[in-house]
């Protein structure tokens, strides 16, 4: 039941009073491996407990940034997880449409242990209300087959060795990443791979661009899976695959290329079809909150290996993964990754067409 009228039921659920038990749905739209089976059942357990509520927690896994905007903007989902670099575009505009929703941080305690720098940061904020809360962060990384290639590449440069044409995978929805990747292989500095009239001119670019997209063996879609890279010896990725990969005997690692690497942080925005919904918008806090806490966090290391937020959790992980994932330095990600930047329209569209004729 998404309508409820009666008052004296949202002041019992907003001030934790008497429980008096219903139904709900919360429609969650985020990338794959952000809200499992596994942590929705005990999330649907927890708010039965805390406001007797039988909660259905409904999860569709995005593939492109544009199902964001469509999905929200239809009403369709109510809680979304796109990267920093789409909430203020001015392609999709979330937050200046008011399509989303400010957060009761008050309602998000967990908050107050994620990464300094990711806190109420400039591209999910306005008038100083906070329209997202970070879940992860990570690079589209340089990721290759120890098994094929022994020693860790150095450059994004290995793409376009011949011997690996034919042999590698990149992402098919993000072509903005794979320009980034083929600018910086060509010497470009970081503040340039995001500007469009820098590259359309560039001759030289747009056949490295076109040799990067015709010598792919596949394309993946959303999120790197493990049949999408298996056997091939290079791939862009996210690392989701790395864990399955392992299981299967083919150990992957990320290479730290000499020009840096593009990196992203995924928020959950809420959606305006919460607006006159006040339990199911306190629900879908208590999901943000608990998607931070250290039981997800712990479990978006482990299983998609993905960069927590949650700086705490370290003592609940590995040596290794404590080191590899930066956990001891509150700026890691602004010492490692070049942030991706929030594109003007015309410069969202230039890359498209980039990458259109660079297919074709």
């Given at each position: 039941m998404r309508h409820l009228n009666v008052l004296i039921r949202i002041i019992l659920i907003l001030t934790c009073s008497i429980p008096l038990a219903w139904s709900e749905e919360l429609r969650i739209l985020c990338w794959e491996g952000y809200a499992t089976d596994q942590h929705t059942k005990k999330f649907e357990q927890y708010i039965k407990q805390k406001f007797q509520i039988d909660l259905k927690v409904s999860v569709t896994n995005v593939s492109d940034p544009q199902e964001f905007f469509d999905g929200i903007r239809g009403k369709d989902f109510d809680l979304i997880s796109p990267a920093h670099n789409i909430p203020k575009s001015a392609h999709w505009t979330f937050i200046d449409q008011n399509l989303v929703l400010p957060?009761?941080?008050?309602n998000v305690p967990n908050?107050?242990?994620i990464i300094p720098a990711l806190k109420k940061a400039d591209y999910i904020t306005k008038d100083g209300l906070v329209y997202g809360v970070p879940i992860v962060y990570g690079h589209y990384g340089l990721a290759y087959n120890t098994e094929i290639i022994k020693q860790e590449p150095q450059s994004w440069d290995i793409f376009w060795d011949p011997k690996y044409a034919g042999?590698?995978?990149?992402?098919?929805?993000y072509h903005e990443a794979n320009i980034y990747i083929t600018a910086l292989a060509m010497g470009y500095e970081k503040s340039e791979i995001f500007e469009f009239p820098a590259l359309r001119d560039n001759k030289k670019f747009k056949q490295r661009l076109a040799e990067l997209a015709s010598n792919a063996k596949s394309y993946w879609v959303g999120v790197d899976k493990a049949e999408d890279i298996k056997d091939l010896a290079l791939a862009t990725a996210w690392g989701f695959s790395f864990s399955e990969l392992n299981k299967a005997g083919e150990k992957w690692k990320f290479a730290s290329?000499?020009?840096?690497v593009t990196g992203?942080?995924?928020?959950?925005?809420?959606g305006y079809s919460l607006q006159n919904q006040p339990i199911l918008k306190r629900i879908a806090e208590e999901w943000i909150n608990y998607s931070i806490g250290p039981a997800m966090q712990v479990a978006y290391v482990r299983d998609i290996r993905q960069?927590?937020?949650?700086?705490?959790?370290?003592?609940?992980?590995?040596?290794e993964d404590v080191e590899k994932f930066g956990l001891n330095n509150?700026?890691?990600?602004q010492e490692n990754f070049i942030p991706w930047k929030i594109l003007t329209i015309d410069d969202?569209?230039?890359?498209?067409s980039l990458w259109t004729h660079a297919k074709h």
């Amino acid at each position: 039941m998404r309508h409820l009228n009666v008052l004296i039921r949202i002041i019992l659920i907003l001030t934790c009073s008497i429980p008096l038990a219903w139904s709900e749905e919360l429609r969650i739209l985020c990338w794959e491996g952000y809200a499992t089976d596994q942590h929705t059942k005990k999330f649907e357990q927890y708010i039965k407990q805390k406001f007797q509520i039988d909660l259905k927690v409904s999860v569709t896994n995005v593939s492109d940034p544009q199902e964001f905007f469509d999905g929200i903007r239809g009403k369709d989902f109510d809680l979304i997880s796109p990267a920093h670099n789409i909430p203020k575009s001015a392609h999709w505009t979330f937050i200046d449409q008011n399509l989303v929703l400010p957060i009761n941080l008050n309602n998000v305690p967990n908050y107050q242990h994620i990464i300094p720098a990711l806190k109420k940061a400039d591209y999910i904020t306005k008038d100083g209300l906070v329209y997202g809360v970070p879940i992860v962060y990570g690079h589209y990384g340089l990721a290759y087959n120890t098994e094929i290639i022994k020693q860790e590449p150095q450059s994004w440069d290995i793409f376009w060795d011949p011997k690996y044409a034919g042999k590698y995978a990149i992402s098919a929805d993000y072509h903005e990443a794979n320009i980034y990747i083929t600018a910086l292989a060509m010497g470009y500095e970081k503040s340039e791979i995001f500007e469009f009239p820098a590259l359309r001119d560039n001759k030289k670019f747009k056949q490295r661009l076109a040799e990067l997209a015709s010598n792919a063996k596949s394309y993946w879609v959303g999120v790197d899976k493990a049949e999408d890279i298996k056997d091939l010896a290079l791939a862009t990725a996210w690392g989701f695959s790395f864990s399955e990969l392992n299981k299967a005997g083919e150990k992957w690692k990320f290479a730290s290329p000499k020009e840096g690497v593009t990196g992203w942080i995924d928020n959950w925005l809420i959606g305006y079809s919460l607006q006159n919904q006040p339990i199911l918008k306190r629900i879908a806090e208590e999901w943000i909150n608990y998607s931070i806490g250290p039981a997800m966090q712990v479990a978006y290391v482990r299983d998609i290996r993905q960069f927590p937020v949650n700086l705490t959790i370290k003592k609940l992980l590995p040596e290794e993964d404590v080191e590899k994932f930066g956990l001891n330095n509150p700026n890691y990600f602004q010492e490692n990754f070049i942030p991706w930047k929030i594109l003007t329209i015309d410069d969202q569209y230039g890359f498209k067409s980039l990458w259109t004729h660079a297919k074709h």
